[in-house]
């Protein structure tokens, strides 16, 4: 497909290096040369130097060859005059606009069509859903939902009183009485897939697949606690804390705002009165020791500086607040940050990708290519839901029959609303749900690729 | 510095180097010339087994690869390419010495054109072959046919854009298309549907089919190997115009054709370099017509004057090197026209090589820019070429360029001075002039009708490495030899 991304910012980056590694054409738009220059001679894209809002640029982008424009700018008004352009050159365009501004969300959504917008992605609420959705099962890191949320995929941590420490996986299913499956381990930052005969260590990061009952009954039997979350401290009052807050108050959550902006404070106060609001700066310990930073259930950090957020969290940790989340907004530390202690991480950027990654593939949607497509562990392994048709090789046939490419699971197969944890005599059949887990840099969009 | 990868583009680009010989084989097969069989055989024998081993070294490459090894590696590849494509002249015996078989095929890669053989007809039709063919893959580039074939692969394929920047010649090279393969595909398919046509209208001159296709070769990398002892000037007037006119062709910035596939008329009109170029050409010609006219015995009428001073202006402008008349027995002013046109070179993006007409456009931009500035000191001026801004970046590179340029043009004439042969000045400067700027002939002792045999091989060395510096516009090949392209980190 040719897809035109305007802004070549942290998200078009990211997009960039997606949309580009699965064989699509990409032409940047920036008005930053050395921003471009810096992309150009990492990706195989074409870059045009020019304001993204104007005819001249967008037509020197090509616009009414394209099949798809994605706008990352920073100003949602440029993103949205940007896509009602480009839409007025080439009425077959697909639109996406990044938008951010909470004032807007409303007009978006309901105005969609004068705006000319296929999709409209907010990152900032994104984000708020998915830390609310963390928050109702604390113990999990990280969740993702597969078969229409019967199957689900989350990242737990191994603690040294874990009962996995030193358990083989062979033996996990004794251990946690349970029906799981471990699908990927990450061990020194580094992903692998792992056999029967790997033995978890405390500090393993472990991706396990089952059942989404299943999987809370796992955490039950190894000890992961997970109380019911009341009281939640909040740093930062940006629009993440907007969103989030929106949320919490509605299922009752008491929430505490820290912010050492006065202005924005008072904006957060006014828009919830149930919330409390506090001015004061997180980066100072006797304003949390004041707010009483080790009596909460949970501690979000959302600052705007990634680096004051990891303190916070790893204050939090060492409080042993149960449940820690950590906003990053530059990836690139990420490895290197999963080592701390600081709870899960969200991160607005990846999730904007995720979702608009997910659009591009459905657009492109042909028989056999993925439902829906996760990456986990860093970004060093993907979750891949896939329909079996007619067309799938080695159906009926068990697992242990043929040979998988290396480095690739079979993580789950739902016939139904039956959940079957493969093992060697599991079988694929037509209308079945498979979810596959695949480790490193191979591309699988076709479920016939997983065969050896 | 990933040194793995780099094997691994040097394995492709000698394997690819194996299957250009195929048809020279099969040309040496049908001439039952047992010679150039086993020159050839012997020829592709090593490069399977070098980049047989190249392969098997870089197995488990990774693929990170920044501008220091695009340029690195594509200075080496032509080097690499030329010592093995030297070995059919050298197996064979038709050129007894291997550094002047070396010369002669770095010659033909770099479409430079100048000879070390003063009676081409004895070398047979698959060495003539070979060494015509040399310009065709050399013209628009190995690594852009590399590039064009090679698997599409992984996610960081941007890096390969340095090996395209490093190859092409221009001021600014950027992709026409967002995909470096499909790039790199459509510059061949217009280069190849272009020597086509020029094959078919030199047969339509009468020329045999042999020599249609080497002379096309030859036109199309704007080399200039002939393959018969008399040059150009043995074929049809007709057989001549079509050459002029093809020569000019491939002198043109092949974004300019990709621009009139796209129908974009008005940018092809409006384009300045394109306008410059073809005012050179025009002037050069009158010039040289009006000093010409009925002063030699090949220029007393006529139509003889305007087909003659054409074809030496654009072989000379596009660095082509063909002649069809002694230009060495022209009075001052039109050899001088030649020499100043020699520095010009033909355009950015072209087969051609030079200091490239859009790099003069700028250089030329830019001291009107500073003697403005001189009186308005504060004064803000942008340059724009066709109505685009040029950052300043791209000027300071212009500058270095010249810079550099002119220093080797310098060191080479000092060094080809102290040749034992003792040429004259002119000799010396113009074999300069002739090797660095990709053009063949020279004046005087290298002039059109003469060869480059009687230099020492420590000379010749020299003026390879002087093909290759113009060639690959200097930088790539000073990598090599810069200590810091060494250091670690």
């Known amino acids: 497909m040719r897809i035109i991304i305007a802004g070549d910012g942290k998200v078009g980056h990211m997009l960039t290096r997606h949309l580009s590694g699965e064989g699509h054409d990409l032409t940047l738009i920036d008005n930053d040369p050395s921003a471009l220059e810096t992309t150009v001679e990492r990706y195989d894209v074409m870059s045009v130097v020019g304001n993204c809002g104007s005819m001249e640029t967008l037509r020197s982008a090509g616009v009414d060859k394209a099949d798809l424009l994605i706008t990352a700018t920073g100003q949602d008004e440029l993103n949205l005059l940007c896509c009602m352009t480009a839409h007025g050159m080439n009425p077959e365009l697909h639109t996406i606009a990044r938008i951010r501004t909470p004032d807007y969300m409303e007009s978006t959504y309901t105005m969609r069509k004068l705006f000319a917008l296929s999709l409209v992605v907010n990152p900032e609420r994104q984000t708020a859903r998915e830390i609310d959705r963390l928050m109702r099962y604390p113990g999990y890191l990280k969740r993702e939902k597969f078969a229409n949320g019967l199957v689900e995929l989350v990242e737990l941590k191994i603690d040294a009183e874990s009962p996995l420490d030193g358990v083989p996986l062979h033996q996990l299913t004794q251990v946690a009485h349970v029906q799981v499956l471990v699908c990927t381990v990450v061990r020194d930052g580094k992903a692998v897939t792992p056999s029967g005969d790997f033995v978890l260590q405390a500090d393993d990061h472990i991706y396990v697949t089952g059942a989404a009952k299943n999987l809370s009954l796992l955490l039950k039997n190894i000890g992961i606690a997970t109380p019911k979350i009341r009281n939640v401290i909040i740093a930062g009052a940006g629009g993440t804390s907007y969103y989030l807050t929106q949320l919490l108050c509605r299922e009752n959550v008491n929430v505490k705002i820290i912010d050492p902006n006065r202005e924005r404070c008072e904006k957060f106060a006014e828009a919830f009165p149930s919330a409390t609001v506090v001015e004061g700066d997180v980066s100072i310990r006797s304003v949390l020791d004041r707010e009483k930073l080790s009596q909460a259930d949970a501690v979000v950090s959302m600052t705007g500086i990634d680096e004051l957020n990891v303190i916070l969290s790893l204050y939090a940790d060492s409080l042993k607040v149960p449940q820690v989340i950590t906003k990053l907004g530059r990836g690139e530390n990420r490895k290197l940050l999963e080592q701390l202690p600081i709870g899960s991480i969200v991160s607005p950027k990846e999730l904007c990708c995720d979702t608009i990654t997910r659009y591009v593939r459905a657009m492109g949607n042909q028989a ?36 998988l490419k290396k480095n690739v699971l079979v993580a789950s197969i739902t016939h139904g609303r039956n959940i079957e944890v493969p093992n060697g005599e599991s079988v694929m059949r037509p209308g079945d749900r498979v979810v596959i887990v695949a480790n490193g840099d191979m591309v699988i969009r076709n479920l016939n690729d997983i065969f050896a | 510095m990933n040194i793995k990868i780099m094997l691994r583009i040097h394995g492709w680009i000698l394997a690819i180097e194996t299957v250009f010989m195929i048809p020279a084989l099969a040309i040496a097969f049908f001439t039952e010339d047992i010679q150039a069989i086993y020159g050839f055989l012997g020829a592709m024998g090593v490069a399977i087994a070098c980049a047989a081993l190249m392969a098997f070294m870089s197995r488990n490459a990774k693929r990170k690869f920044y501008a220091r090894e695009g340029l690195v590696c594509t200075g080496m590849a032509w080097i690499v390419l030329s010592l093995v494509g ?174 009139l596939i796209m129908k974009r008329f008005m940018a092809v009109i409006k384009d300045e370099e394109l306008r410059l170029y073809l005012l050179i050409v025009l002037a050069s010609i009158i010039c040289i017509g009006v000093c010409v006219f009925g002063r030699t015995v090949d220029t007393q009428n006529l139509e003889e004057t305007v087909r003659h001073s054409a074809f030496q202006v654009a072989s000379i402008i596009t660095t082509t090197g063909y002649a069809t008349v002694d230009f060495d027995i022209w009075s001052s002013l039109p050899k001088a026209i030649l020499i100043c046109l020699m520095f010009v070179g033909a355009s950015a993006g072209s087969t051609g090589g030079g200091i490239k007409v859009s790099r003069v456009l700028l250089l030329a931009k830019n001291i009107k820019r500073n003697a403005h500035q001189i009186f308005h000191p504060h004064e803000v001026r942008i340059i724009r070429m066709n109505g685009e801004r040029i950052p300043e970046q791209t000027m300071i590179n212009v500058n270095g360029y010249l810079g550099a340029y002119v220093m080797i043009v310098i060191v080479s004439f000092l060094l080809l001075s102290a040749d034992r042969a003792n040429f004259s000045m002119t000799t010396n400067f113009s074999a300069v002039m002739a090797t660095f700027n990709n053009i063949g002939p020279g004046f005087d002792s290298v ?7 009687d230099y020492s091989a420590f000379s010749k060395i020299i003026m390879s490495l002087d093909m290759l510096l113009g060639r690959l516009e200097i930088f790539p090949i000073v990598a090599i030899f810069a200590p810091s392209t060494y250091r670690k980190g």
């Open chain 2, 86 to 259: 030297a070995l059919p002249f050298y197996i064979s015996g038709r050129i007894p010495r291997y550094v002047d078989a070396f010369f002669e095929i770095v010659s033909g890669f770099t479409t430079t054109g100048a000879s070390v053989i003063s009676d081409v007809e004895a070398l047979g039709k698959a060495i003539l072959y070979w060494r015509s063919f040399s310009h065709w893959v050399g013209g628009m580039g190995v690594l852009v046919f590399f590039l064009a074939i090679v698997p599409a692969s992984g996610r960081n394929d941007g890096y390969m854009l340095h090996i395209l920047r490093a190859e092409s010649p221009g001021p600014s090279v950027g992709k026409i298309v967002p995909r470096m393969r499909d790039t790199a595909a459509i510059l061949y398919m217009m280069y190849c549907t272009l020597t086509v046509l020029d094959v078919l209208f030199l047969l339509l001159g009468k020329m045999p089919l042999f020599d249609a296709v080497c002379i096309a070769f030859g036109t199309a990398g704007t080399g200039g190997f002939a393959v018969t002892n008399t040059g150009l000037g043995g074929y049809t007037p007709f057989a001549q115009n079509v050459t002029t006119v093809f020569m000019l062709l491939f002198g043109v910035n092949f974004s300019i054709y990709y621009l």
């Open chain 2, 447 to 453: 002039g059109a009708t003469r060869n480059y045999y």
């Open chain 1, 368 to 403: 056999g290519s993925a439902v829906s497509i996760h990456t986990i562990a860093n970004d060093q392994a993907e979750a891949i839901e896939f329909a079996v048709e007619e067309g799938t090789k080695h159906l009926g046939e068990p697992l242990k029959a043929f040979r």
